[in-house]
Nanobody, 128 residues
Framework: QLRVAESGGGSVRAGGSLTLSCGAT??????????MAWFRQAPGQEREGVAV???????TYADSVKGRFTISQDRVKNTLTLQMNNLKPEDSAMYYC????????????????????WGQGTQVTVSS
């Protein structure tokens, strides 16, 4: 079983920055790899993928955040970070870290069905 927890949300003005962090733990410990990604959901909208990084270190971003957000990952510690710069009011949402176990390398995208375990979410609010 995976346990996922995010932190780092908050309220900022447009143009500001925030860093989100996520950690995933398995119980019991497993040799399987943990694939992780960031999603977000604004009120009244569907949950959407924000960023993911594959096993080779190649990131994939939603078009709306390209050039402003940066994802990084520590595969040994199973931690995921999202650096968000030049935030816009439309970035306001609940941000979720998603994870899933894999018996092979992680080459998953930003589809909801690729992940089985989710954190509680951390709120990001950007004011104009």
């Amino acid at each position: 079983q995976l346990r996922v927890a995010e932190s780092g949300g908050g309220s900022v003005r447009a143009g500001g920055s925030l860093t989100l962090s996520c950690g995933a733990t398995t119980s019991p410990a497993t040799h399987w790899r943990v694939c992780m990604a960031w999603f977000r959901q604004a009120p009244g909208q569907e949950r959407e993928g924000v960023a993911v990084m594959d096993h080779d270190g190649n990131p994939t971003y939603a078009d709306s955040v390209k050039g402003r957000f940066t994802i990084s990952q520590d595969r040994v510690k199973n931690t995921l970070t999202l650096q968000m710069n030049n935030l816009k009011p439309e970035d306001s949402a609940m941000y979720y870290c998603a994870a899933g176990l894999s018996g092979s390398y992680c080459y998953r995208g930003l589809e909801l069905y690729d992940y089985t375990d989710w954190g509680q979410g951390t709120q990001v609010t950007v004011s104009s």
